[in-house]
């Protein structure tokens, strides 16, 4: 189950998209850090379930982007 689908995030504001988007920024970082440091993470999935909310987001924000600047 992902953590963030599309259409929640479109109906986000903008300000809601970018505090999100540093909030799994930070999450992942946490968790990689705890990899790294040898310790094993609850579900290591979780690892890939942000990369991919973090990438839908991303993708929405430079689509609205594009649509705006048209």
């Known amino acids: 189950m992902p953590i963030l689908r599309v259409s929640e995030i479109r109906k986000m504001s903008d300000e809601e998209r970018r ?14 850090t ?9 579900n290591p999935s979780r690892i890939r379930e942000l990369r991919r909310a973090i990438a839908r987001i991303l993708t929405v924000m ?6 705006s600047g048209r």
Do not use: Q
């Not at 430079?62 to 649509?67: L, S, V």
């Open 34 to 42: 705890m990899v790294k440091a040898g310790g094993s993470l609850e």
């Open 19 to 32: 505090r999100r988007l540093s909030e799994l920024r930070a999450e992942l970082m946490r968790a990689k």
């Open 62 to 67: 430079n689509e609205e982007r594009r649509k």
